[in-house]
């Protein structure tokens, strides 16, 4: 009797166990086996190190990449004539030369997506989105100063890796990036995709208010085609509710885009 109830009460436990995604892992698919999630938020600096370091040397924005490397989305360098109030093309940093082939394709459901203005645009735009709401410009810190990136009339953004310099859809290791101002962590995740359109798990983004938050996850080998990304309980607006929770992104990192399918 005493075996047959200690059995019971060890396959309830496990049962527990493996229907629990915890901070790391979500509801829309299993994780991957092996793969290892970096997270942090106050002072990043360290976890951004680590992340960096586990894909590899920084290719920067040339075609034809180290395997072994990574890739940054920084936003600093985008010109004033295609950050806010105008849109980014989504392809801008997919070109074929360098300095912009670095492999990434932005699409949203909403109106478009968009870098942030810096503090001297000639169009007078308030940085930090402030031009959408002006108590953004104080609630949305930065750690690369000084713009920022976020969908408009959305909260959802689509990441679509291609080999850089080409049109052939890829695969990476791993991605990471840089949040601010993530109020409630089952508002701000990242779901990865594999070519297939499978999911390879959901991960919560870690709560830093009015601060900056870190989330990345690296897979044992290059299997991510595309990274759904969600910013916040809803997109940028004029008319915020104290229940409304809004973020938006600086740095992206990923592992160096190969030919998919891998």
């Not at 680590?50 to 600093?76: I, S, V, Y």
């Not at 942030?116 to 989105?129: E, L, Q, V, W």
């Amino acid at each position: 009797m005493r075996r047959g109830l200690i059995s019971f009460v060890a396959a309830v436990l496990a049962l527990a166990a493996a229907g629990c995604g915890g901070d790391d892992g979500g509801k829309a698919g299993e994780k991957a086996a092996g793969a290892r999630v970096v997270k942090g938020s106050g002072d990043i600096t360290e976890v951004v190190g680590q992340f960096r370091r586990l894909l590899g040397p920084d290719n920067a924005g040339a075609p034809k990449g180290d395997p072994a490397g990574h890739r940054e989305l920084t936003w600093d360098k985008v010109p004033d004539e295609l950050a806010a109030p105008k849109f980014l093309p989504a392809d801008f940093f997919n070109a074929k030369k360098a300095p912009r082939a670095r492999g990434a394709l932005l699409e949203t459901p909403g109106d478009g997506v968009m870098v942030s203005a810096d503090s001297d645009n000639p169009n007078g735009a308030a940085p930090r989105f402030g031009h959408i709401n002006r108590s953004y410009s104080d609630q949305f810190k930065t750690f690369s100063p000084e713009r920022l990136f976020s969908p408009v009339g959305s909260n959802v953004v689509d990441l679509r890796f291609y080999v850089p310099g080409t049109d052939t859809p890829g695969v990476v290791r791993g991605f990471g990036a840089v949040y601010t101002d993530v109020d409630k962590k089952e508002n701000t995740a990242f779901e990865y995709f594999d070519s297939a359109g499978k999911s390879l798990g959901k991960y919560a983004t870690p709560v830093s208010v009015d601060g900056l938050s870190f989330l990345g996850v690296v897979f044992e080998r290059p299997v991510v085609a595309r990274v759904r990304i969600e910013y916040g309980s809803g997109k940028l607006g004029p008319d915020d509710s104290a229940d409304y929770d809004v973020a938006v992104m600086d740095d992206f990192i990923y592992g160096e885009p190969r030919p998919g399918r891998e």
